[in-house]
């Protein structure tokens, strides 16, 4: 078996430009420790309709077999419930765990995920609109296309997975059935700590 000292996060997302950023900032800050982990975020293509979550799965299938993955390795498919998932998203996700991938989805958006970095009151949030009005109350301005990673320390980070945590109580079902982020598993496990 081979060895190497750190574990590959391979990650497939919905969105172009936000969740690229955020991932690759944790790196770039340290928040994730380099000498750890390695976050390698697949380019999603900007053709129409290529970040549905059926596409994200294809890009994440094909790309696996071209990297020298070792077990400690993870493959995420990141999307959103936000669209037309009550038809895909099923069969989508049942396609990724067969696969043994490991899926985080935000309802309705990853903004959702964004928001819990600075507030637990998701209340009257249910469209990404709602999201990115909330973002760009609480943080005084919010553009998904230059995303500040000022806003995103650890201790915010900290508390969005406890946020996230507390919104899915049960944590048996595949994604949230109401507003939630199951990011927070993945960013768990990115930082080591327990509960991803």
């Known amino acids: 078996m081979q060895r190497r000292d750190a574990r590959l996060f391979i990650l497939a997302t919905e969105g172009a430009v936000t969740e690229p950023q955020y991932f690759r900032g944790l790196q770039e800050r340290g928040i994730v420790d380099r000498l750890r982990v390695k976050i390698e975020v697949l380019p999603t293509p900007l053709d129409e309709g290529t970040s549905a979550p059926r596409y994200v799965l294809d890009r994440l299938s094909e790309v ?4 020298n ?9 990141v999307i959103d419930a936000d669209r037309v998932w009550r038809r895909h998203l099923p069969q989508v996700v049942r396609e990724a765990l067969q696969k043994g991938f490991f899926v985080a989805v935000s309802r309705p958006c990853f903004e959702l995920w964004l928001l819990l970095h600075v507030s637990d009151d998701v209340g009257s949030v249910s469209t990404c609109d709602d999201c990115a009005r909330a973002l760009r109350t609480h943080l ?3 553009s998904q296309a230059n995303l500040d990673m000022d806003w995103f320390p650890r201790s915010a980070i900290l508390n969005a997975i406890d946020r996230a945590r507390a919104l899915d109580p049960g ?9 939630g982020s199951d990011v ?13």
């Open 69 to 77: 993955l070792i077990a400690d390795d993870e493959l995420w498919l």
């Open 64 to 67: 696996s077999s071209r990297y």
């Open 184 to 196: 927070f598993r993945l960013v768990s496990r990115l930082l080591g700590r327990p509960g991803g």
């Open 171 to 179: 944590g048996g079902d595949r994604w949230p059935q109401s507003i």
């Open 140 to 142: 005084g301005g919010y």
